[in-house]
């Protein structure tokens, strides 16, 4: 890395020049000791970046990361990623200080976000572990770390066996919901298998009646689908009046239908269940009626088929000891030779 033995004229603008990498690049000055000092910064900072290059390491700290993700991060993800990411690396401020470097971050820190919070449920701890580590891949793609030092931070093992309505308990349980609102918005997490946050969101625009079919609208493009409208679904629709806007819209906050459908489960004694329960309800219901696990991971939304697999792996289990027993072969004995 050199300095030009005089000042070159390039588009009409007279400067001292330098070679990097092959490139030829302006100082911005004819004066040649203001081009020398200029240089001898250019170089440092160069060789820094080298070494850093070559070491891996970065002097970008947790704080100034976490700033520059947050910026980028409210343009580009949708709300719900992005507060859930922006939550996560608060947590993992909190536990090492917006002053911490990033490539001095290692697996101690998801250790130590298990154990601060080991009064909160494995699910909640999980998704904070989860966020984490995907907002530390975008550092790596910045260029500010060769590795996510959280890439092989392990789950919380959590309670697989879901919790479900027998099948052959589900109308009476439906018949034990007095007020017909609720019953009505029961039957529809029941006859769908939707999450709370789809059945609450829909709207009479998304009912594509000659089809018999419903729009799912998601913030992430990709994940928007049109499902298949069951019979007892419909029938739900059609009691209701005609309208424009959200269907299911008596609460205006979707955590009231929470705490009233959670009221409803106790009154039917189902107090161990919860709204989310009805749709493992939905599930387990078609599976023991014969659907396929393939299918079910369609109706369903999830986006791997694993999900769905894993979740109802004690369901399936069961169902198959129900139908090992359909082959039967009629009385046998056993115990005799025959002659």
């Known amino acids: 890395m050199g300095i030009s033995k005089k000042p070159l004229k390039v588009a009409g603008k007279a400067s001292y020049y330098y070679k ?8 911005s000055t004819t004066n040649y000791s203001e081009a020398c000092r200029l240089l001898r910064s250019i170089k440092d900072a160069y060789l820094k970046g080298k070494i850093q290059r070559i070491t891996g390491e970065n002097d970008k700290n947790l704080g100034q990361f976490a700033d520059e993700f947050e910026a980028w991060a409210i343009e580009t993800q949708p709300v719900k990623t992005f507060k859930a990411n922006r939550l996560a690396m608060r947590k993992v401020i909190d536990i090492e200080g917006r002053t911490k470097r990033l490539d001095m971050l290692t697996l101690k820190t998801m250790d130590e976000l298990k154990r601060t919070h080991r009064h909160l449920k494995p699910s909640s701890i999980n998704n904070y572990v989860r966020h984490a580590k995907a907002v530390m891949n975008k550092a790596v793609e910045w ?14 093992p959590q309670a697989k066996r879901v919790g479900f309505i027998e099948p052959k308990e589900i109308s009476e349980f439906i018949r034990s919901i007095e007020d017909v609102g609720l019953r009505r918005f029961v039957v529809a997490c029941l006859a769908t298998g939707r999450r709370r946050s789809e059945l609450v969101a829909l709207r009479w625009e998304d009912i594509m009646w000659d089809r018999r079919e419903y729009f799912i609208a998601k913030e992430k493009r990709h994940l928007c689908k049109t499902y298949p409208m069951s019979a ?10 005609r309208g424009k806007g959200r269907i299911f819209n008596r609460y205006a906050h979707a955590d009231t239908y929470t705490h009233e459908v959670k009221r409803a489960l106790e009154r039917g004694g189902f107090g161990h269940l919860s709204l989310h329960d009805l749709r493992h309800s939905f599930s387990v219901a078609m599976l023991e009626s014969g659907g396929g696990m393939k299918a079910l991971q369609k109706l369903l939304g999830h986006s791997e088929f694993r999900v769905t697999a894993d979740t109802y792996a004690d369901v399936t289990d069961d169902a198959l000891q129900l139908a090992v027993n359909l082959v039967r072969l009629g009385p046998l004995d056993l115990t005799t030779d025959k002659k």
Do not use: H, T
């Not at 260029?143 to 919380?156: D, E």
């Not at 007892?232 to 009046?241: E, G, Q, R, T, W």
């Open 143 to 156: 260029g500010y770390l060769k590795a996510n030092p959280f890439k092989g931070a392990k789950l919380l």
């Open 232 to 241: 007892s679904f419909l029938a739900v629709l059609k009691s209701m009046p």
């Open 20 to 27: 990097l990498d092959g490139r030829r690049l302006s100082l």
